[in-house]
């Protein structure tokens, strides 16, 4: 059974840095790797989804890598800004997608 | 266009009664999944449409939960006889091509939840 953990459960940072979040999972027969931001009281939303033959996908200011054989992916977030206050969910996609417990990051002024 | 949508946003019952969940996904997505989101915890896949398909259910966690998806689009998740536990905040999501040929899976799109308690 896949498993999916998420560390750091909880990351409080001042605007401006630089951060990574991580995701390992245990089995790496995998398609594919999702991150999903979360608000509070909100539906998901998907950031950036990695296929299994890809290793990393980039959208602004966020780049997801994945390194299946190791059972890891990073989250970075560059330049960090209050507004990226939110739950980051990982989910793995080895047939039915597997989610980790999120990380929840709060970016103070 | 329009994203994933459910209905109702909030619902509060009584322990022993049935309710009924609405997911309307993105217009022209052949897949659909339900999960579950109780506090503190992560997300737990219920069920799993996918075109005509018999749906995959590895994931209702008793015979009181029941989905259906007609024609192809909107779906209803039952909860029959209603638990104190079964409180949590239902998402449905839907993706364009689901499982495709055992490759791969596409972005799914996730609905705002609705928001179950159960007193």
């Known amino acids: 059974k896949q498993e999916v953990t998420q560390i750091p459960a909880a990351l409080s940072v001042p605007e401006g840095e630089n951060l990574v979040l991580n995701c390992s999972f245990t089995?790496?027969?995998?398609?594919?790797l999702q991150w999903f931001r979360q608000d509070p009281g909100k539906g998901l939303t998907s950031l950036l989804l990695?296929?299994?033959?890809?290793r990393e996908q980039t959208s602004g200011r966020l780049n997801a890598s994945l390194d299946k054989s190791s059972g890891r992916s990073t989250l970075y977030i560059a330049a960090s800004q209050p507004g990226d206050s939110a739950t980051y969910l990982c989910?793995?996609?080895?047939?039915?997608?597997?989610f980790g417990r999120g990380t929840s990051l709060i970016v103070h002024p | 266009g329009a994203g994933v949508s459910q209905s109702p946003s909030n619902k509060v019952t009584e322990k022993g009664k049935d309710v009924e969940l609405r997911c309307d996904p993105i217009?022209?997505?052949?897949?659909l999944y339900w999960y579950r989101q109780s506090l503190g915890q992560g997300l737990e896949f219920l069920i799993y449409?996918?075109?005509?398909?018999?749906?995959?259910k590895s994931g209702l966690p008793s015979d009181r939960f029941s989905a259906e998806r007609t024609g192809g689009s909107v779906s209803t998740l039952t909860i029959q006889r209603t638990q104190q536990e079964d409180s949590a905040v239902y998402l449905c999501?839907?993706?364009?091509?689901?499982?495709?040929?055992?490759?791969?899976?596409?972005?799914?799109?996730f609905g705002p939840g609705t928001r179950l308690t159960v007193l």
């Open positions: 999501a839907s993706s364009f091509r689901g499982l495709a040929g055992g490759t791969s899976t596409d972005t799914q799109y």
């Open positions: 089995d790496s027969a995998i398609y594919n």
């Open positions: 990695i296929q299994s033959s890809q």
């Open positions: 989910a793995v996609g080895s047939y039915i997608p597997t």
């Open positions: 217009s022209g997505h052949t897949a």
């Open positions: 449409f996918q075109g005509n398909s018999a749906p995959d």
